[in-house]
């Protein structure tokens, strides 16, 4: 996740203000380290953690166009937050969502397509109950 660059100069200035020792966050990436592209999340919590596995999904065609499709989805990375870290992601996500609609309008939930006909609509969303 990305520093909040704003914050650690506040937390810098009150300390010092205060006449105590500041801290400096130093973010360190391991050779092993590697960036996923997800299109969604779903997880749950219990009392003790909350689980979000990050995934991607892909469309596999059988039989004719009559026939129900499979799609694959494919869990790339599962992140497991104490219930603290997850408020404090939360307050993360919705200041720097706020940041990003102020300045590149709001972000859209989907991109319109012209609608067939005889299709049923999806609702926005489901509920995310329990582990993956």
Known sequence: MAEDVESRENIESAASKKGK?????????????????????????????????FYNDTPKMFGDASE????????????????????????WLTQHIN???????????????????NIKPVEDSTEIQGYI
């Open 21 to 53: 020792k500041s801290i400096t966050i130093e973010f360190v990436k391991p050779e092993d380290f590697r960036q996923i592209y997800a299109i969604g999340a779903a997880g749950g919590h219990s009392p003790y953690d909350f689980r979000i596995g």
């Open 68 to 91: 129900s499709r499979v799609i694959e989805r494919r869990v790339e990375a599962e992140v497991i937050l104490s219930p603290v870290a997850a408020l404090e992601l939360n307050r």
């Open 99 to 117: 940041e990003y609609e102020s300045v590149f309008g709001p972000i859209a939930r989907a991109i319109p397509r012209p609608r067939k006909e």
